[in-house]
């Protein structure tokens, strides 16, 4: 028992981070994602592919301001986010939303899929629930916790890893894949408190369903798009019919 006591102590030592490690912290990740967005921006530029068209850009602007405005709503008490927002007229891009509320959303790709404004907010809600839930922070956190050895060596390191380590993206797949669902459902429930219906945000994953040759398959760090289609469509209905029963209720009283 003594032995296997002290062999145990040991293990834990071996693992802990040599001296001048500290814990990952908002700050950090909030630092590397504005340079890196900052990277994707001139890139952009240089290629002549960024906010090319105002009216584009004003749309999504509108759209994201409103759930903004929601999003402090919500939660009022939630450090303030400096949402930047930013189009793109790379085919290859679709939409993302880095730490700290960097927005980047590609117009062919709305385009492509002709989303409606309530659709294209499914779109943005989405994506800025990732920097509401602090999901950058906490697959940062996740890597630490699989393996504290990543505490002994630089943020950018580890920032770098999870973006192209393929041993760690393998890791934390899963863990991905649940913060998408969250941000999916999250993304659908902020913008119906927004004022759009239920229903109509829910139609931007049966029209990403139908463009996909192969919904019923996903990916590692994804649910297909045939079963978030499904989890959109029963979210709604019930956000929908909770809104009738308000109502029923409103109207009797």
């Known amino acids: 028992m003594f032995r296997h006591l002290v062999a145990t102590v040991l293990a834990i030592c071996l693992s802990l981070p040599s001296g001048g490690a500290h814990a990952v912290t908002q700050a950090e990740v909030t630092a590397g994602a504005a340079r890196l967005y900052g990277t994707r921006l001139a890139a952009l530029a240089q290629a002549g592919m960024l906010d090319r068209d105002a009216s584009f850009l004003a749309r999504v602007a509108r759209i994201a301001r409103r759930l903004g405005e929601q999003a402090r709503r919500d939660n009022p008490a939630a450090p303030l986010?400096?949402?930047?927002?930013?189009?793109?007229?790379?085919?290859?891009?679709?939409?993302?939303?880095?730490?700290?509320?960097?927005?980047?959303?590609?117009?062919?790709?709305?385009?492509?899929?002709?989303?409606?404004?309530?659709?294209?907010?499914?779109?943005?809600?989405?994506?800025?629930?990732?920097?509401?839930?602090?999901?950058?922070l906490k697959e940062y956190q996740e890597a630490v916790r699989r393996d504290p050895r990543w505490l002994a060596q630089p943020f950018s390191a580890l920032e770098d890893a999870v973006d192209n380590d393929a041993r760690l993206m393998g890791q934390l797949a899963s863990f991905n894949r649940e913060q998408e669902v969250e941000a999916d459902r999250e993304g659908l429930a902020m913008a119906w408190r927004a004022g759009w219906r239920a229903n109509e945000l829910a139609a931007y994953f049966r029209k990403v369903e139908q463009a996909s040759p192969m919904s019923h398959i996903g990916s590692a760090t994804h649910p297909s798009p045939l079963q978030r289609w499904r989890a959109a469509r029963r979210q709604a209905g019930a956000l929908e019919i909770g809104t009738a029963g308000s109502s029923a209720t409103t109207t009797k009283n």
């Open 81 to 136: 986010l400096s949402w930047e927002i930013h189009t793109s007229s790379d085919p290859d891009d679709s939409a993302s939303c880095m730490a700290g509320g960097k927005l980047l959303v590609s117009q062919p790709y709305v385009e492509q899929l002709a989303l409606t404004d309530a659709e294209l907010a499914m779109v943005l809600s989405h994506e800025m629930q990732h920097a509401i839930l602090l999901h950058n």
